[in-house]
């Protein structure tokens, strides 16, 4: 689905409008002038939810699922008019996927051991109210899922958004505690600033109400988290190869890798970022990725010139880069394309700055290895230890338990496109923050929560 710019500020005027933000956020649930309130609201929201049944909290969920369906198509158009990031087709489907498919509280599980001294229990309790950053590559999803599941553990939670994205991230806070009230639990369930900035967010990382910190972002803000002294769940950097060799079906590897490469334009940390391709087949790849899959084959010239847009001379990416379509990044180096053309690709080794760097865009070096062996190695070293996703294409179980071992990442997504791991043509719950460098793996409810043994000496076994 594409929309003009004159179109998308249409849309996003009328929904600001809707929300009165053009204003200021006076009147938006939720959100408050300064984090030491914002806390301390959500300190006594997760007081009310603390002693709600589970059920009370199932019915607050279930009302977020379906103000998110409703709402999906204008968090999507916000997300790409505010961050200029993504498109909006795609992006409506990662809001319905967070809708559906969210774990509730029947994530929250207890464990049982009974005999002749009686009934140990293992219970889920909640942590109290999480602090929790989130990036502007998936705003509103990250804050929306978190919340879901977060909830459903007991905790209500203070956000510290991405300035860049933080309007969407306001509208999600908004809705989230309007879906509360409407299902009988109270306001402020989750909580954020009007203005977010790493001052705000060193003020929640100290804060003596905050036992728990979720960090979704790049390395910075995770080793932020994890140096803060409290317990922390570090969602980081990805840089996922996808590894293909001579026994797969090439065809439908270039289908499914094209697919998860450019889903909202690269963003979702997941998201194949290179290939490694065995030569024997390297060249097929590239001719259905070419011939079948809108890729443009870039030149070596092309190349060059993609490099000084997309990165600064140190290799900081330019952010007016980041989640753009192929179509726009080749117009930015002065090349026309049809629209045909939904990806970039060419072959280099694997220290091109296009490949070895996480770009979070429809860019996608191929990298040649002599044998299944050499690729393995090729594709560790461009994980560059994130130990986040990595994908492969092969019909060998002994090639992929091989590779799933040495890569040894969060996700591992077998002959499917990456967002198979999210739910989305695979099994499985979605989440968008996935705990790579904590090991946490892909968050839910029960991520959110901690073990509490409860045991009942002598009695109650009745066995
Ligand atoms: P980013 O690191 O620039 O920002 C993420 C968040 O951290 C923002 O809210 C930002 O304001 C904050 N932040 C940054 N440095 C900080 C610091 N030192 N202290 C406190 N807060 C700080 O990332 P982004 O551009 O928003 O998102 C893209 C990055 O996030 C990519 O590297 C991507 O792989 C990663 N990501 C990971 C996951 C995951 O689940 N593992 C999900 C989404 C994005």
């Given at each position: 689905m594409e929309f003009t710019e004159s179109q998308l500020a249409n849309i996003v005027g009328e929904v600001m409008a809707k929300l009165n933000l053009s204003g200021g956020t006076s009147g938006m649930h939720g959100v408050f002038a300064d984090m030491n309130t914002a806390i301390e609201k959500a300190k006594e929201a997760q007081k009310i939810i603390r002693v709600m049944s589970m059920d009370q909290r199932e019915k607050i969920i279930a009302k977020i699922r379906v103000k998110i369906k409703e709402n999906a198509e204008d968090f999507a158009r916000m997300g790409v008019e505010e961050t200029g990031m993504g498109n909006v087709g795609d992006k409506i489907l990662k809001h319905l996927l967070v809708a559906e498919k969210t774990p509730g509280t029947e994530d929250i599980t207890t464990v049982a051991w009974s005999g002749d001294r009686g009934l140990t229990l293992v219970e889920m309790g909640p942590f109290g109210v999480i602090g929790a950053i989130t990036p502007c590559t998936n705003p509103s999803e990250t804050v929306l899922c978190n919340t879901m599941g977060m909830l459903a553990g007991g905790n209500t939670v203070v956000f510290n958004p991405h300035p860049q994205a933080i309007r969407t991230s306001i509208y999600a806070v908004n809705l989230l505690n309007e879906a509360s009230l409407e299902a009988g639990g109270p306001d402020n369930i989750c909580c954020t600033v009007e203005k977010p900035t790493l001052e705000t967010s060193a003020v929640m990382m100290k804060?003596?109400?905050?036992?728990?910190l979720v960090a979704t972002g790049g390395p910075g803000v995770v080793t932020a988290v994890l140096s803060s002294g409290k317990r922390g769940i570090g969602a980081g950097a990805g840089n996922p190869p996808a590894l293909v060799d001579e026994t797969a079906d090439i065809r439908k590897a270039a289908e499914d890798i094209v697919n998860g490469c450019t889903f909202d334009n690269n963003l979702p940390c997941i998201a194949e970022k290179e290939i490694v391709a065995v030569d024997s087949i390297c060249d097929e790849l590239m001719h259905y990725m070419t011939e079948e899959q809108g890729c443009y084959l870039a030149s070596?010239?092309?190349?060059?010139?993609?490099?000084?847009?997309?990165?600064?001379?140190?290799?900081r990416l330019n952010r007016n880069c980041v989640g753009r379509s192929a179509k726009t990044l080749l117009a930015m180096v002065g090349v026309d394309v049809p629209d045909s053309i939904r990806c970039i690709t060419f072959e280099g080794s694997k220290e091109h700055p296009l490949i070895a760097e996480e770009l979070m865009m429809p860019i996608l070096g191929v990298v040649r290895a002599k044998n299944f062996e050499e690729a393995v190695e090729t594709a560790v070293w461009l994980e560059h230890g994130n130990r986040h996703s990595a994908h492969i294409h092969s019909k060998n179980v002994d090639r992929i338990t091989a590779y799933a071992r040495a890569v040894d990442t969060a996700i591992l997504v077998k002959n499917g496109p990456s967002y198979a791991a999210l739910g989305f043509g695979g099994e499985g719950f979605p989440t968008f923050t996935i705990a790579s460098r904590t090991g946490e793996g892909l968050t839910s409810a029960a991520t959110f929560t901690k073990r509490r043994r409860c045991t009942m000496s002598d009695s109650l076994c009745i066995r």
């Open positions: 804060h003596p109400d905050i036992p728990l070596p010239e092309i190349q060059d010139r993609l490099v000084h847009t997309v990165m600064d001379e140190k290799g």
